[in-house]
């Protein structure tokens, strides 16, 4: 990895994927909507979705995240919710949605080359996202965005020790790194609670499981923005922040 700016501020900018870069949730609400219809014909249930994210959450730890652990879950909840008497069309038509979610073109969001660019004129960039790896090796390939990351790190989870360990391997203190992302979850607490800062990038739709986080320290080392178009001037204010911190303090923090 590149040198990195000699001062106490930010050294390293990470940036999530799905629906930071690029559009993703709306797809799979597209796809969970047409779930529900197959099952209408089966089932007279209000609470359809909920049961769905009920064994996907449950088989999270066992397929991990993306459209092919959402698919076995969409499966098995179908056989259950219908007491095995969905058609077998019927469930080839839960897997062709999923195919359809694995070959949707990838769709930048709106500024998001121009403020990656900006921002990896200044700071080494990295890609940090969780999710199917080929699926999201691919997503990558067609955004035309990967040469602007040093290091794309497509990982099982995005918690604590996970950023810890990538921080290990970068050669980064955690309070000189700063993640992007649209979920408090999975992209902003985990980097605070280590000593990191963080700059959330609210998306229209949110998946259930990552909803609901709570930032209970912290939270002056994050910002909120609209939109990536903000990211920069974002990004300057907390390095302006980090190098005023005095070090101990920093490595209090952390």
């Known amino acids: 990895m590149a040198s990195t700016p000699s001062h106490d501020g930010i050294a390293l900018v990470g940036f999530d994927a799905d629906d930071t870069l690029w559009r993703s949730q709306e797809y799979f609400d597209a796809a969970q909507a047409q779930f529900e219809q197959i099952l209408s014909a089966y089932v007279d249930l209000d609470d359809v979705l909920q049961r ?5 959450a449950r088989n999270i730890a066992i397929f991990g995240y993306g459209v092919k652990g959402m698919a076995l879950s969409m499966v098995e909840a179908a056989v259950e919710i219908t007491q095995g008497r969905i ?3 019927d469930i080839h038509r ?5 195919k359809t979610l694995l070959q949707h073109p990838v769709a930048l969001l709106d500024g998001v080359h121009a ?7 200044r700071y080494p960039v990295v890609l940090i996202t969780k999710g199917d790896l080929f699926h999201q090796e691919a997503k990558v390939r067609q955004s035309g965005l990967a040469e602007l990351f040093r290091r794309i790190e497509v990982v099982s989870e995005k918690d604590p020790p996970t950023y810890a360990r990538l921080l290990e391997e970068f050669g980064i203190p955690a309070h000189r790194f700063l993640m992007v992302g649209n979920s408090l979850r999975s ?3 985990p980097v605070l609670a280590l000593g990191g ?3 959330h990038v ?11 986080a709570r930032i209970d320290a912290g939270r002056e080392r994050m910002r909120t923005v609209a939109s990536l178009m903000e990211l920069p001037d974002a990004i300057a204010s ?3 922040q980090a190098r005023a911190t005095p070090l101990s303090t920093q490595e209090t923090a952390a």
């Open 94 to 98: 839960i897997v062709a949605l999923a």
């Open 238 to 240: 907390l390095d302006a």
């Open 52 to 56: 769905l994210y009920d064994y996907e």
């Open 187 to 189: 992209d902003i607490a």
């Open 202 to 212: 609210p998306y229209h739709t949110t998946w259930q499981h990552e909803a609901g």
């Open 115 to 121: 403020a990656v660019t900006a921002v990896a004129a």
């Open 197 to 199: 800062y963080g700059v």
């Open 87 to 89: 058609s077998a069309t």
